[in-house]
């Protein structure tokens, strides 16, 4: 049938299309020799000149307004999700949206779980403080427990002091709530008592698995400024110029929701992943500039994770703690890795941007260009062609590669966060390096 909304739609992308190339239908993989081969001017992106820039965002606008101006009904309901999506993500129309939101949190008890996961991340990321009254009264009614774990940090981040009230909600209404890896990071989120994490230059020092290279992503709490992402080579030591000074690049590994990482779309979560690869995406967002390949356990197999081709034992969070050192093998916040990929989270990708960073002017991360929880890294292009002019993607991912000398990129990635304020310093993480011993 086709609505009002759909004959809206298909005019804009009508008026867009001719600006914007297709999208590749397929993906390509790099070996390492490929991917040092490569040049920031290899890659366009006509989305990027300011001409494709300037129709897409035209195209989102037009689409965010044609889905608020649907009547009350199904149509608008079904159109809610995806109009919370684009006006994150060009902060366009917050205003006028809201009050759609507003309306339809009072619903949500009677809608499916993916209905309610939608529509309490848009709370969550745009309207965490007006919604709090009735995602309260709606929290008893989720049975589910994504949602009702995004519930219950959308009120948090309104007002911490929900929390004694989601710590003495959770065990009455998910008895078994150590079984979920969502709640058992929901739980350790609002506990009572909170334990200093061990040194983290004791995790930069930790061998992983010998002769693999490693990144290690220093991020503040909260994900709100720009963290700082190292190499650590084959041989056990952090990259550094010629000149002796460290590696140390900014990336970004905040999520439009803001949500922890073992919510779907949430931050980058804490702890190890492996790398087994690198390639070109297909999502419009990340756009043509090659990532590396990061994988959850659960998500990549036990062998996989290992990079052997021989069986190995079945996933435990014992196999996951054999990678930290003996102080980090009890740390809750280093396990969050862990449970997010118990909790089905994949595909967090080491990647470059094709959001104009201009979209979050103003932000604590400026100029990051936070996503749907992966690890960003800035790119350069020119406002007239769409060329790359410069990429810090591709500095990493090629300094990984060269750092590695492995064919096939194999290896390893660490994310921790970095207590302090501001934007993570070279000059902290040199300081972390030194006291390392790397």
């Known amino acids: 049938m ?8 298909l005019a804009v992308a009508l008026a867009a299309c001719t600006s914007l190339k297709p999208q590749p239908a397929t993906e390509k993989r790099y070996s390492a020799a490929e991917l040092l081969a490569l040049k920031p001017g290899d890659f366009s992106w006509p989305a990027m000149s300011t001409t494709g820039e300037r129709a897409q965002r035209e195209a989102a606008l037009a689409d965010i307004r044609a889905r608020i101006a649907l009547p009350p009904g199904s149509e608008r309901d079904a159109a809610l999700p995806k109009l919370f999506d684009l006006v994150a993500q060009y902060n366009l129309e917050i205003d006028t949206a809201r009050p759609l939101l507003l309306q339809a949190l009072p619903t949500l008890a009677s809608r499916d779980a993916d209905y309610q996961r939608a529509l309490l991340t848009a709370a969550r990321t745009l309207y965490a403080v007006e919604s709090q009254g009735v995602v309260q009264s709606l929290l008893p009614q989720l049975t589910a ?50 334990v200093s ?124 703690a054999s990678f930290l ?50 690890m960003i890294s800035n790119e350069d292009w020119d406002p007239a062609t769409g060329r790359l002019l410069a990429s810090r993607q591709l500095t990493l991912a090629q300094t990984y590669a060269a750092a590695g000398a492995r064919p096939d990129l194999a290896g390893y990635l660490v994310v921790v966060e970095v207590a302090g304020a501001g934007p993570v310093t070279p000059a902290e993480a040199q300081s972390l390096v030194t006291l390392a011993g790397r």
């Open 197 to 320: 994490a061990p040194p983290v230059e004791e995790l930069l020092a930790a061998p992983l698995r010998p002769g693999y290279p490693a990144l290690y992503s220093l991020q503040r709490p909260g994900r709100a400024q720009m963290g700082l992402v190292l190499v650590r080579g084959a041989d056990g030591r952090f990259v550094r110029d010629a000149f002796g000074r460290l590696f140390a690049q900014p990336q970004l590994a905040l999520s439009r929701s803001g949500l922890p990482g073992t919510i779907t779309n949430g931050n980058t979560p804490q702890g190890i992943f492996t790398i087994v690869g690198a390639g070109t995406a297909t999502n419009p967002n990340i756009g043509p500039t090659p990532y590396l390949h990061s994988k959850l356990p659960i998500e990549a197999t036990p062998a996989e994770f290992e990079h052997v081709d021989r069986l190995v034992a079945d996933w435990s969070e014992a196999a996951y």
């Open 2 to 9: 086709i609505t009002r909304l759909s004959i809206a739609l």
């Open 325 to 374: 050192p003996p102080s980090w093998r009890d740390e809750p916040s280093i396990k969050e890795a862990w449970l997010a990929g118990r909790a089905g989270r994949d595909e967090l990708l080491v990647h470059g941007t094709t959001l104009n960073p201009a979209y979050y002017a103003g932000t604590s991360y400026f100029p990051g260009t936070p996503q749907q929880g992966c």
């Open 145 to 194: 427990s994504k949602p009702f774990a995004i519930a219950a940090y959308t009120l948090k981040a309104a007002n911490p002091g929900y929390a004694e009230f989601i710590r003495d909600l959770v065990p009455r209404q998910f008895p078994q709530w150590r079984d979920d890896p969502r709640l058992v990071a929901l739980m350790d989120d609002v506990a009572l008592v909170r």
